[in-house]
């Protein structure tokens, strides 16, 4: 009888890894398979390019006589077994594009930029100046790939009406972490 729930234990726990590891669970999985390691930045807004590291947009910021404030800074623990997932965002108010004033957010995730959202003070003119920067006509879609790489959309939440520039590769990274280790 012990031999035998014994083995039905180890079939258990053989059965469990071999979920895990067929689910893509493990960071070395992740990390072979979904980490994006390299790739040429793609222009975002305003001459911010994915990829950029928080100190570099920073100095941009500086340089440009621009102020910030920080909306997010979080990391894993050290003693975290899961690949790494910082997340650092900050905002940018009276920032201006296309001649347009409003509010701007730069989200980094594991110290690279990968998404800027932009609250223009009058959406409807910016809509029509990115719409004739861009192939995008906003009132037939809310989307485009502007790049190979890089997804616009347009949109609304709790804080208003954005356009947003998203890089497709680094969001995808974000989404399978969420899926497979949150």
């Known amino acids: 009888m ?3 729930i014994g083995i ?4 258990a726990v053989l059965a469990i ?6 689910q893509g669970g493990s960071a070395k999985n992740f990390e072979e398979t979904v980490r994006v390691k390299k790739s040429n930045p793609s222009d975002l807004i305003g001459g911010f390019k994915s990829f ?10 500086k340089a440009a006589g621009l102020s ?30 296309l001649a347009i004033e409003g509010t701007l957010e730069l989200n980094f995730i594991n110290r690279r930029l990968y998404k800027a959202v932009f609250y223009p003070s009058n959406y409807d003119a910016y809509l029509e100046k990115v ?6 006509d906003f009132l037939k879609q809310k989307s485009t790939k502007a ?5 616009i959309e347009a949109g609304e939440n709790q804080s208003g009406k954005y356009i947003q520039w998203v890089d497709g590769p ?11 280790f949150s």
């Not at 890894?17 to 067929?22: I, P, S």
């Not at 950029?52 to 910021?61: G, Y």
């Not at 910030?68 to 920032?95: C, G, H, M, N, Q």
Request: proline share 4%; hydrophobic share 35%; glycine share 2%.
């Open 68 to 97: 910030w404030t920080v909306l997010s800074d979080t990391k894993l623990s050290a003693k975290d077994s899961r690949p790494e997932f910082s997340e650092y965002s900050i905002k940018i108010s009276k920032y201006t594009d």
């Open 8 to 11: 039905i234990c180890i079939l």
């Open 147 to 151: 790049t190979e790489t890089i997804l």
């Open 131 to 136: 719409g004739s920067k861009y192939p995008i």
């Open 170 to 180: 680094l969001e995808n990274e974000v989404t399978e972490w969420i899926k497979r």
């Open 17 to 22: 890894a071999g979920l895990v590891f067929f």
């Open 2 to 4: 012990k031999k035998l």
């Open 52 to 61: 950029q590291s928080p100190e570099q947009v920073i100095e941009m910021l």
